[in-house]
C-alpha cells in the first residue's frame, strides 16, 4: 500500500528554521517525484516545488525559489521541505504527494501544519 | 507561468442537483488537467484526471470533459457528501498551477 506520512504540526517564532518531512512507503522512491503544495488558512492550494529523488532534480515555483529548499534522502525515503527563517506568512498546511513524470500527483500526505507565531 | 481560472469561485445547490465548474488555463495544457475535491482539514483527493479519467473507486455521477483551455467538472446529481471545495491543476508543465478552488455550499 502506498502510503506518505508527514511529520507532526510545529509551531515556531520568526526567525527560526524548520524541516519538516514526508516519509513514502510502498513503492520504489526513486522512480516518483516528490511535490510540496502549500494553502494558507482559508486560502487555495499552491505548488512549491518537487524533487525527483532517482537523480536528485529538483524545481521550484519562482514564487517559493529561494525561500525554501527541498530535499530528499534516499536511504530512508523521505523528502523534506525546509526553511532558515520562518516568517509569519509561511503559517499555513503543507503536503507532500506523489507524482509519476508526465502524470498527476496521484498520493497524498495527511498534512503538516506550521504555525509561526511571536 | 500558466494560470488556471476557476469560475464560479462559490455556489449554492441542492442535493439532486447538476452542477458544473469550469477552469479555464491562459494556454493550451492538451488534456493535462486534474480535478480534487478538498474537504475541510482533509488532503486533496483526486476525482478525474487527464481532464475525463475517472480515478477509481470515485462514482459516476462524476465527470469531466475539456482540451487543450477549457476544461469542465460535472456532478450529475450532488450528494450531501458532495459538499466540499474543488480545485482544477495542470500538470502540463511546471510550477502544476491550480485554479483558484470552487467552493459548493448547500443552499
Known amino acids: 500500500e502506498v502510503q506518505l506520512v508527514q511529520s507532526g504540526a510545529e509551531v515556531k517564532k520568526p526567525g527560526e528554521s524548520l524541516k519538516i518531512s514526508c516519509k513514502a512507503s510502498?513503492?520504489?522512491?526513486?522512480?516518483?517525484?516528490i511535490v510540496w503544495v502549500r494553502q494558507m488558512p482559508g486560502k487555495g492550494l499552491e505548488w512549491m516545488g518537487f524533487i525527483y529523488p532517482g537523480d536528485s532534480d529538483t524545481r521550484y515555483s519562482p514564487s517559493f525559489q529561494g525561500q525554501v529548499t527541498i530535499s530528499a534522502d534516499k536511504s530512508i525515503a523521505t523528502a523534506y521541505l525546509q526553511w532558515t527563517s520562518l516568517k509569519a506568512s509561511d503559517t499555513a498546511m503543507y503536503y507532500c504527494a506523489r507524482q509519476s513524470p508526465g502524470s498527476r500527483p496521484d498520493y497524498w500526505g495527511q498534512g503538516t501544519l506550521v504555525t509561526v507565531s511571536s | 507561468d500558466i494560470q488556471m481560472t476557476q469560475s464560479p469561485s462559490s455556489l449554492s445547490a441542492s442535493v439532486g442537483d447538476r452542477v458544473t465548474i469550469t477552469c479555464r488555463a491562459s494556454?493550451?495544457?492538451?488534456?493535462?488537467l486534474v480535478w480534487y475535491q478538498q474537504k475541510p482539514e482533509k488532503a486533496p483527493k483526486s476525482l478525474i484526471y487527464?481532464?475525463?479519467s475517472l480515478e477509481s473507486g470515485v462514482p459516476s455521477r462524476f465527470s469531466g470533459s475539456g482540451s487543450g483551455t477549457e476544461f469542465t467538472l460535472t456532478i450529475s446529481s450532488l450528494q450531501p457528501e458532495d459538499f466540499a471545495t474543488y480545485y482544477c491543476?495542470?500538470?502540463?508543465?511546471?510550477?502544476?498551477?491550480f485554479g483558484g478552488g470552487t467552493k459548493v455550499e448547500m443552499k
Open positions: 491543476q495542470q500538470y502540463n508543465s511546471y510550477p502544476g498551477t
Open positions: 510502498g513503492y520504489s522512491f526513486n522512480t516518483y517525484s
Open positions: 487527464a481532464a475525463s
Open positions: 494556454q493550451a495544457i492538451s488534456r493535462w
